[in-house]
T-cell receptor, first 112, second 111 residues
Framework: DGGITQSPKYLFRKEGQNVTLSCEQN?????MYWYRQDPGQGLRLIYY???????QKGDIAEGYSVSREKKESFPLTVTSAQKNPTAFYLC???????????FGAGTRLSVL | GIQVEQSPPDLILQEGANSTLRCNFSDSVNNLQWFHQNPWGQLINLFYIPSGTKQNGRLSATTVATERYSLLYISSSQTTDSGVYFCAVGGAETSGSRLTFGEGTQLTVNP
């Protein structure tokens, strides 16, 4: 099946720990995105990548890092510098030029 | 950056009723999408509609780009329509690839 797979569904972070959220797509999409959603709010853009080996900061990039070594994969690391990491994280992808974004099922991150 | 406002923030309907959700945006856009977020958090694309009118079953959407608003119509609502509806826009300066989301409309359809 074609789609966007995020893992894990639930993740717990200890104080001072870095954690990595996985996002894989087999849609052959060029662009990939990471969003954060807090309860009762809309989505905010963390990072996005329009091509392999290139990515740009979104509106709330502080405390996060990404890499784009393969077209299919866009992992997000929540670093210890992110002081309020508890949120729902959503990954999306799109074909450059079409701009229609498709989303994965999300990862819920909590702090222990 | 571009601002997106959705109204109403909350809406409660009886099954079978019709509703209109509104999305206002502060600048010209070349990308506008409507999404439905189900209770499990999954976002489903409803419409890609930077301008004009589209229909898909009981749902339809209209964007008037010159007046900077979009409307989502839900007719004969069902309990499965419950969830949060988001409008997201992309401005011309970003070639439309970056989306800015509104805060959403929480829809509850009661049987």
């Amino acid at each position: 099946d074609g789609g966007i797979t995020q893992s894990p569904k639930y993740l717990f972070r200890k104080e001072g720990q870095n954690v990595t959220l996985s996002c894989e797509q087999n849609l052959n999409h060029d662009a990939m995105y990471w969003y954060r959603q807090d309860p009762g709010q809309g989505l905010r853009l963390i990072y996005y990548s329009q091509i392999v080996n290139d990515f740009q900061k979104g509106d709330i990039a502080e405390g996060y890092s990404v890499s784009r070594e393969k077209k299919e994969s866009f992992p997000l690391t929540v670093t210890s510098a992110q002081k309020n990491p508890t949120a729902f994280y959503l990954c999306a992808s799109s074909i450059t030029g079409q701009n229609i974004q498709y989303f994965g099922a999300g990862t819920r991150l909590s702090v222990l | 950056g571009i601002q997106v406002e959705q109204s109403p923030p909350d809406l409660i309907l009886q099954e079978g009723a019709n509703s209109t959700l509104r999305c206002n945006f502060s600048d010209s856009v070349n990308n506008l999408q409507w999404f439905h977020q189900n209770p499990w958090g999954q976002l489903i694309n409803l419409f890609y509609i930077p301008s004009g009118t589209k229909q898909n079953g009981r749902l339809s959407a209209t964007t008037v780009a010159t007046e900077r608003y979009s409307l989502l119509y839900i007719s004969s609502s069902q309990t499965t329509d419950s969830g949060v509806y988001f409008c997201a826009v992309g401005g011309a300066e970003t070639s439309g690839s970056r989306l800015t989301f509104g805060e959403g409309t929480q829809l509850t359809v009661n049987p």
